[in-house]
């Protein structure tokens, strides 16, 4: 070790364990619907699959969008402003879903929440009631996803200012690694909340979480050239790239057509897609205030420039194909462990499922940042094609859910599934940590925040498309039972297991279309 590494501060990763925290507690805020929607919300609310998929769905879209803007905001606001907005919009978010049950009772004419609950099933009051409550969770979820779109492309600008490319997908890994421990802890402290105090209260605490970790951002992160905790020996290790490195020159990026620009015709053929797509999925009047909002994006002539490289495209295909998968396990796996083997996340089974998914997720995840740290230091491969390696490593991770049903059912043991959807989702992990990584190899440190946005933007169209055709499906595997056959499954086994095939193939195509775009290590200049 040398007299520079003894001497030097590491203030970047308490950074990091801010970051680690906020990624924690947005996924908690994430998590208190799934863990009450079959004990709590379900019954209270006559609520069908259906109607749990389209409010997930809707959360998955409109933070898409808001990630679009939040990248912007982000680069705008600055990273300490932003971040410290964002976490209090979605933590205040999460605290208003509490009064969804009595803004339904008013709204609906009941005495009070426990009237509502007891109208008749099927019945016009019913429906009424299932109406109005949706639309106030769609509402609150909203503003969830309004603040939570902040999250990771904050936490990815300050990955960037504190840490060296080398470094960055074993620091972004340890932040997202948040993502999976807070799932962990999530049936743990959920479910015991919503017996204990009611539903309405769990929303209430684990929202309140977010509102201690603003103290804390605002005393404790500046940029480490400000910051009175980063030292000079520190500061030189931040800024070892900024002297080094292979950078393509303008001119050169210009004439290397894999590279330089893609028609601007793709923005459209994308956003007509998005559009032909989502008319099948979403409401008129909701679709019609996204295309407005996309319209006003494409005026936006310097934003949509971001569009022109294969880096972008890259990035948001990368997203696209892989983040829904991730989520569906995070919103589904609750209803799965209840409906196929009849372990609701309220009783201890349930709970030991749930923890051990996401116990697997934690311990394997963060070992999947540090593996391209060991082809850079020990290969000597550039921070871009080691990332790829491990990508193309972790790509295969997922396939474990296709056994995931099969194995359930044959041994008629909720472990199987619990530990193969542990190693899929653990896979996802370990690929995002990269995935994200490769922003700030390819753009320079100015528009890290913008183009983690339009990334996680995609990521929350895929989403969007996967939540609602999860819900319609589980719905109409119900219903159908037999006459719905997959595979030798029939019913709703039937459905999670197309899901679950799904689950699998996702990230090998994903990675796949990425390489083809760019193919090698070729930074944007800036």
């Known amino acids: 070790m040398s007299t520079n590494e003894k001497l030097m501060t590491n203030w970047r990763w308490w950074i990091c364990s801010l970051l680690f925290v906020a990624t924690t507690v947005n996924y908690l805020d994430r998590q208190v619907l799934s ?43 600055g990273t300490k402003k932003g971040y410290l907005i964002a976490i209090g919009v979605w933590s205040a978010g999460a605290c208003l879903h509490a009064l969804c049950g009595w803004g ?51 936490a990815i600008k300050v990955t960037a200012e504190y840490f060296p490319k080398k470094a960055r997908a074993f620091a972004t890994s340890i932040f997202n690694a948040g993502a999976s421990v807070g799932a962990l802890a999530a049936p743990l402290m959920i479910p015991p909340l919503a017996v204990r105090f009611g539903w309405e209260m769990a929303f209430i605490i684990i929202g309140g979480l977010g509102f201690i970790w603003m103290f804390f951002w605002v005393f404790m992160y500046e940029k480490p050239e400000k910051s009175r905790r980063v030292n000079a020996a520190e500061l030189e290790y931040i800024h070892q790239d900024d002297t080094a490195g292979e950078v393509v020159p303008r001119e050169a990026a210009a004439k290397d057509n894999r590279f330089a620009m893609l028609p601007l015709s793709w923005v459209f053929i ?11 999925f979403i409401k008129p009047l909701l679709w019609s205030t996204i295309v407005l909002i996309g319209a006003i994006v494409i005026l936006n002539i310097p934003f949509v420039r971001c569009y022109k490289y294969r880096q972008t495209w890259s990035f948001f295909f990368g997203k696209f194909f892989t983040d829904g998968v991730w989520w569906f396990f995070l919103f589904w796996a609750p209803s799965y462990f209840s409906n196929q083997f009849h372990a609701p996340a309220t009783s201890g089974l349930g709970q030991a499922l749930i923890f051990t998914l996401y116990l697997i997720v934690t311990v394997v995840s963060i070992g999947g940042g540090y593996l391209p740290k060991i082809f850079v230091d020990k290969k000597g491969m550039n921070p871009y094609a080691g990332r790829m390696l491990a990508m193309l490593i972790f790509a295969f991770f997922p396939l474990a859910s296709l056994f995931a049903q099969p194995l359930g059912v044959h041994f008629n043991s909720p472990w199987w599934p619990a530990v193969l959807i542990g190693l899929a989702a653990a896979g996802h992990q370990a690929w995002s940590a990269n995935l994200f990584s490769t ?35 589980f719905t109409y595997a119900e219903q159908a039972g037999d006459a719905f056959r997959f595979l030798g499954f029939s019913g709703k086994p039937a459905g999670y297991f197309v899901m679950f095939c799904f689950c699998g193939i996702a990230y090998l195509f994903a990675w796949t279309l990425m390489k083809s775009l760019v193919p090698k290590y070729r930074p944007i200049e800036e």
């Open 104 to 154: 339904t009772a008013h709204i609906a004419g009941l005495e009070s929440v426990e009237a509502m609950r007891a109208v008749e099933a099927g019945s016009e009051a019913a429906l009424a009631v299932s109406t109005t409550s949706v639309f106030l969770f769609l509402l609150c979820r909203g503003i969830l996803a309004l603040g939570e779109a902040g999250n990771f492309p904050a």
């Open 35 to 77: 863990l009450t929607y079959e004990e709590f919300i379900k019954p209270g609310f006559h609520w069908t699959d259906a109607d749990y998929g389209l409010i997930t769905s809707f959360f998955s879209i409109f933070y898409a969008v808001c990630c679009l803007f939040a990248g912007k905001f982000v680069d705008w606001m």
């Open 439 to 473: 922003v700030g190899d390819m753009f320079p440190k100015k528009a890290i925040a913008t183009i983690t946005g339009i990334g996680a933007m995609a990521g929350g169209i895929g989403s969007m498309f996967v939540q609602r055709i999860a819900g319609n499906l």
């Open 270 to 280: 994308t956003v007509g897609m998005c559009a032909l797509l989502g008319s099948f």
